[in-house]
């Protein structure tokens, strides 16, 4: 499966979502995730992504495995919605796009 990491947290520039052939993001406050059971591993989304947010799981960063179970879990949480079509990125993103260490910023 693929991955969305960290990077992607009180950004979610959403310009994954449209290059998507099997429609496997999900939309949470403040990050997409992808669900596991839907994605197809065709990397499509990954230079989409203008934050580099997505990676194929084998490539993740040693720092980013974490991502892997968030991903699974919040595809499935309540409230995480299929999201298919781009929208406008979360208001402060270019403030929060160079920043790491963001996943005590992550609202569920
Ligand atoms: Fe997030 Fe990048 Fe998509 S910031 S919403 S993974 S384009």
């Not at 203008?50 to 892997?68: M, T």
């Not at 879990?73 to 299929?82: H, N, Q, V, Y």
């Not at 929208?87 to 005590?104: C, M």
């Amino acid at each position: 499966t693929h991955v969305v990491s960290e990077a992607c947290i009180r950004c979610k520039y959403t310009d994954c979502v449209d290059v998507c052939p099997v429609d496997c993001f999900r939309e949470g406050p403040n990050m997409l995730v992808i669900d596991p059971d839907e994605c197809i591993d065709c990397a499509v989304c990954i230079p989409e992504c203008p934050v580099n947010a997505i990676y194929a799981e084998e490539d993740l960063p040693a720092n980013q495995i974490a991502f892997i179970k968030i991903n699974a879990e919040l595809a499935l949480a309540d409230g995480w919605k299929s999201i298919t079509k781009r929208k406008p990125a979360l208001p402060d993103a270019e403030e929060w796009k160079d920043k790491t260490d963001k996943i005590g910023e992550l609202v569920r």
